[in-house]
Nanobody, 128 residues
Framework: QVQLVESGGGLVRAGGSLRLSCAAS????????MGWFRQPPGKEREFVAT????????YYANSVKGRFTVSRDNAKNTVYLQMNSLKPEDTAVYYC?????????????????????WGQGTQVTVSS
C-alpha cells in the first residue's frame, strides 16, 4: 500500500521558517516527479512546487518563488519543502503528491489531476 506522510507543519510567526517533509512508502518514487500543493481555508487546492526525478530545475508558483525551496532525497524516498519568509497568506494545509504514470520524465506536472498519490496533509499557520 502506497503512503505519503507529511510532517513539519505548525504555527509560526510571519517572517519565520518551516521545513516540511514527505516520506513515501509502499513503492519507490525515485523516478517520479513529486509535488507540493496547498489548500488555504475556504479555497481550492493550489500548486506550490514540483521537482522532477533527478532534482534538476524545480518549478515554483509565483507566490512562493524566492522563498520556498523543494528538494528530494531519493535514497530516503523523501521530498522536502523549505519555507522561508513566511507570510500569513501562506496559511494552508500543505499536501505532497507523487506522479505515478511516467518514469524519468522531464515534463512539468502542475495540476492536481496529474498526480496519482497524495498525503493526508499538514497544517501550516502563519500569524501576523
Amino acid at each position: 500500500q502506497v503512503q505519503l506522510v507529511e510532517s513539519g507543519g505548525g504555527l509560526v510567526r510571519a517572517g519565520g521558517s518551516l521545513r516540511l517533509s514527505c516520506a513515501a512508502s509502499g513503492r519507490t518514487f525515485s523516478s517520479s516527479a513529486m509535488g507540493w500543493f496547498r489548500q488555504p481555508p475556504g479555497k481550492e487546492r493550489e500548486f506550490v512546487a514540483t521537482i522532477n526525478w533527478n532534482g534538476i530545475s524545480p518549478y515554483y508558483a509565483n507566490s512562493v518563488k524566492g522563498r520556498f525551496t523543494v528538494s528530494r532525497d531519493n535514497a530516503k524516498n523523501t521530498v522536502y519543502l523549505q519555507m522561508n519568509s513566511l507570510k500569513p497568506e501562506d496559511t494552508a494545509v500543505y499536501y505532497c503528491a507523487a506522479e505515478g504514470k511516467h518514469s524519468y520524465s522531464g515534463n512539468l506536472f502542475l495540476t492536481t489531476q496529474e498526480y496519482d498519490y497524495w498525503g493526508q496533509g499538514t497544517q501550516v499557520t502563519v500569524s501576523s
